[in-house]
């Protein structure tokens, strides 16, 4: 979930001539077709000097990544009109001092500028619609001044300690911003502010212009998510001054909502999802939790002193206690699977010292749901699925726990060392959690939620848009115990699906689409 300033591999295609010092520059990758229709995505190639000292890019669709090894001695880049700029679009330049963008840029990625350690300027001379974000720059040790001239809608990057600019202090506001990820580096203007300049006016409605095409193109792809957000961020403040665009941006807007989901926020599909639906039928599928008594769930709460981890307080003391044992001792790693061998907590807890690795969310989540069950709190681990699981595999995978003083299911996960409460401090479900995110009801995630001890995990990244994305579909196994999957000496459960009206999973043993009935009180297995 967080970048970690990795950069691909180089796009261009590029073709060396030493004996003409000629760099010729192709198409990049990242489109097949133009982003708006009946513009030029790209030339068919650019050519410069290998030798120059300054280089002009001319108006383009998009544009790929530069390595300082093509252009040796330049100092000065200077870009037009661009539709899309990468990540890592300059990165290495050992000469490089000013970068400059005269024109429009519909988006620039994060991470823009890397590794050039004489660069001193960066200025952005035309508007600006939208960033990537967080990380900017990185690594510019004498970088002095980042300016931004004219109106930028959304900027989402951000800056600190990390990203090794130690002269940049901040970035020079000579325009207005719309939208701010962090608003202690510049402040938002006002729409008074923004009325009152008729540049910022005019480079409002030029943004407006583009975004129409885009919404409207046929093969602009994830830009035309990334620019209906922006939109939605615009098209108000062209409205409330009176813009002749603020008519044709709304229309535009419609016809991309009306494609489907593509322009959707992972919260608006949420909230756009159907209802559940108490069912009639006679359910023979029942749910089961192990008893702390069973002799898998024995040797686990022996040999980790369960007792002294969950302490003697409440149950709600006794499961947070559990939750952050486990997320302190055992590292997450999405890219890692399950343990070689047996999937309990002893396996998974040895395996990952010995191979000094983590494990995913999946593994994470069984382990504390043993943890738990061994300590006599009956506990699910619960499969969260996007509504695109058929082309989104990038599930999430968490426990709820069973608090008697509260009569309720509580939602406790490991990964993150995460729970979630209403504005009162009561914690809630997944269901509750669900229901609130569709009806724009509060919902608190606890303060250190973090990855890996590593880095914090914020309330928008976590529950605005993963576990909204993730909270579509909901799975369980409806025998709770030690060794939940995979090879085992003892008999498995089904894997029971909660879905919205009208939905359908083929990975699953039994669906439905009640939800109380899902998530029923626990009676535990003896």
């Known amino acids: 979930m967080k970048n970690k300033f990795l950069f691909s591999a180089l796009l261009f295609s590029v073709a060396l001539f030493s004996w003409a010092e000629t760099v010729v520059i192709k198409s990049p990758s990242y489109f097949t077709a133009p982003i708006r229709d009946g513009h030029e995505l790209f030339p068919d190639s650019l050519t410069y000097s290998s030798e120059a000292e300054e280089i002009v890019v001319p108006d383009i669709g998009m544009f790929g990544r530069l390595d300082g090894s093509m252009f040796p001695k330049l100092r000065k ?48 001379k035309g508007p ?36 090794k600019c130690p002269k940049l202090k901040g970035f020079t506001n000579k325009g207005a911003f719309l939208k701010v990820y962090n608003d202690s580096l510049t402040p938002v203007a006002t729409v008074g502010q923004l009325k009152s300049n008729p540049r910022f006016v005019a480079d409002m409605e030029r943004i407006a212009r583009w975004q129409t095409e885009v919404l409207t193109a046929k093969h602009s792809g994830w830009m035309r998510k990334d ?20 008519d044709g941006l709304k229309q535009a807007m419609v016809y991309a909502w009306n494609l489907g989901d593509d322009v959707k926020t992972e919260l608006e599909i949420l909230k756009e999802s159907s209802d559940y639906e108490v069912s009639d039928s006679v359910v023979t599928i029942g749910f089961h939790y192990a008893n702390p008594t069973d002799n898998l769930l024995l040797l686990s709460r022996e040999r980790f002193n369960l007792d002294s981890i969950a302490g003697s307080g409440d149950d709600i003391s006794r499961i947070k ?14 890219s890692n699977g399950f343990p070689p061998g047996p999937i309990n907590l002893r396996n998974t807890y040895d395996t990952a ?19 738990l069950l061994a300590e006599g709190i009956p506990a699910r681990y619960i499969t969260c699925l996007p509504k695109a699981w058929n082309t989104d595999n990038d599930c999430h995978v968490i426990c709820v726990a069973w608090s008697e003083s509260l009569g309720k299911w509580i939602w406790v996960d490991p990964t993150f060392a995460a729970y979630v409460t209403d504005e009162n401090g009561l914690l809630l479900d997944p269901g509750e959690v669900r229901y609130r995110l569709r009806k724009d009801l509060p919902v608190v995630l606890n303060k250190d939620a973090n990855w890996n001890n590593k880095d914090l995990v914020t309330h928008e990244e976590y529950i605005d848009y993963y576990m909204a994305k993730n909270l579509y579909i909901l799975q369980c196994n409806s025998f709770n115990q030690a060794e939940p999957e995979g090879e085992s000496c003892h008999k498995q459960g089904y894997h029971v699906t909660l879905v919205p009206k009208g939905v359908c999973y083929p990975y699953s043993h039994y669906l439905t689409t009640d939800e109380q009935w899902f998530w029923q009180a626990p009676a535990r297995t003896e």
């Open 353 to 371: 010292r010995r191979d000094s690795c983590g494990y995913n969310c999946r593994a994470l989540a069984i382990s504390l749901t043993e943890a």
């Open 227 to 246: 620019q209906y957000q922006t939109a939605k961020v615009l098209q108000p403040v062209l409205s409330e001054i009176g813009s002749p665009e603020a």
């Open 77 to 124: 880049i200077t870009f037009g009109d661009a539709d899309y700029l990468p990540g890592a679009l300059l990165t290495g330049f050992p000469k490089l001092e000013e970068v400059v963008f005269n024109g429009m840029i519909g988006h620039f990625d994060c991470t823009l500028i890397s590794d050039c350690p004489g660069l001193k300027s960066i200025v952005f």
């Open 321 to 334: 206690n559990l939750l952050y044992w486990v997320h302190n001792n055992i590292t997450h790693d999405g």
């Open 128 to 163: 600006v619609a939208s960033t990537g974000g967080p990380g900017f720059l990185y690594n510019l040790p004498n970088l002095e001044s980042v300016v931004f001239e004219s109106v930028v809608v959304s900027l989402d990057v951000d800056f600190d300690t990390r990203h």
